[in-house]
C-alpha cells in the first residue's frame, strides 16, 4: 500500500525541472527498495529439506548418555561409557569414555559436575548397502537412490553383520560419513556349526556358530545347522531361538 502511495504522488505532481528530478529521484530510491525486498534471503526462512538431523544443542554432564555424539575440538565423539564418581565432599565427577568417530582412536575424561558441552550436528540416512570394492563399500540412499562410498575403516567391525541388500543408517557429520548403525536385533540362520552331541547335558555349554551373514557368534549348543536365531548386532551376542 505505501509503494502504491508514493507512485500516485510522484504521478500528480506538477512536471517542472525541479520536481522532475525529485521524482526521478524517488523513483530510483523505490526500484532499489523492491530489489532489496525482492533478492533478500534475510527475511525468508527456507524449509528444512534434510530428516533425520540432530540439531547442536548445549548439554551438561546430567544429560550425558551412551550413545549421545558430542562435538569436541571441531571433531565428533561418540559416549561409550560413563560413570559418576560421589566424593564426600565437593561436587561429583563424571569420568566418560568416548570414541572419536573422525580418527577411530578412543579417549577418557573426567568432568566436574555441570560441565557443559555440545551436541554434534549430525544427520542420519537410510541406506543399503550394495557392493564392496577393494576397501571402500558402496550404499545406496533408499529415498534420492545416490550411491555413497563409504571407507572400511568408517565402517569398521559393523562389516561382518553388512550382507548384500541389508539396510543401515549411515551417520554424516559436515556431509561426511562418520559411523555405520547396524540395525538391533536381527535374524539370521546359522550355516554351520557343530552338531549337538548327546548326552551333553552341562549348564551353559555354547558352541561357535557361522551365520549367513559371514559373522561367529557363540550359541548355545542344543542349536543345529539351518536354525534361525535373534542376535543382539551390538554385543554380539546370541538372544533366542527364532521358530517358524
Known sequence: MMIVSMMRSMLLLPLNTFKAC?????????????????????????????????????????????????????????VLSFSIMKQARGAAKTTIKFK????????????????????????????????????????MNTETFEEIPVNEKVVDDRAKWISEGGEVTLVTFKDKVIEVVVPSPQVFEIVQTDPNMKGNTAQGYTKPAVLDCGATINVPGYLETGEKIKVDTEKGEFLERVRA
Open 100 to 139: 572419536n568417530l573422525e580418527r577411530g582412536n578412543t579417549i577418557e575424561n573426567t568432568y566436574r559436575s555441570g560441565e557443559k558441552f555440545e551436541t554434534a550436528m549430525i544427520e542420519r540416512v537410510d541406506a543399503q548397502f550394495t557392493f564392496q570394492e577393494g576397501n571402500t563399500f558402496f550404499f
Open 22 to 78: 525529485n521524482i526521478l529521484i524517488m523513483f530510483r530510491n523505490l526500484v532499489l527498495l523492491l530489489t532489496f525486498f525482492a533478492g533478500s534471503s534475510a527475511f525468508v526462512v527456507a524449509p528444512s529439506t534434510r530428516l533425520g538431523t540432530s540439531l547442536a544443542v548445549a548439554v551438561d554432564t546430567s544429560d550425558i548418555k551412551n550413545g549421545m555424539t558430542i562435538e569436541i575440538d571441531g571433531e565428533p565423539h561418540k
